[in-house]
């Protein structure tokens, strides 16, 4: 399954897609929640390797408001829930991810995101 996490990690690769490559926009999604156990070591551990701005669009694009703008200094227990919640628990089943600069799109069937290039958009 897509997570927020997963997305957050991803860019285009298409040959000559080499700058605002990211984030993927998420188009025509359908969403799926699935409990997971809270975990706030692992979710402040992560934290440092995601891209703020990036992860609150995303939020915004699934129907969740519950991440600030601007990414706090200090993160309170309340903050840490929401962080678990929208990296782990929403999943993306259907739709698809489309680079901002080339267009490519990067369907998701299944909850599983097809990040294959044919041969000529290889690098």
């Known amino acids: 399954m ?7 990690l991803l ?3 298409v040959k000559g897609c080499t ?6 926009a998420l188009k025509d999604i359908q969403i799926e929640l699935q409990e997971a156990e809270f ?9 440092p390797r995601l891209e703020w701005s990036a992860l609150v669009d995303a939020t915004r694009q699934v129907g969740d ?6 990414q ?18 929403i999943h993306i089943v259907e739709g698809a991810m489309i680079c901002p600069n080339c267009k490519h799109v990067y369907p998701i069937s299944n909850g599983i995101p097809n990040m294959l290039l044919a041969e000529h958009e290889i690098g």
């Open 11 to 13: 860019a285009c690769h």
């Open 72 to 89: 706090p200094e200090m993160m309170d227990d309340d903050l840490l829930r929401n962080l678990h919640h929208v990296l782990l628990e």
């Open 39 to 47: 975990n706030p070591e692992f979710v402040t551990n992560i934290l």
């Open 19 to 24: 700058s605002n490559n990211f984030p993927l």
């Open 2 to 8: 897509v997570r927020l996490i997963t997305h957050n």
């Open 65 to 70: 408001t519950s991440l600030p703008p601007e």
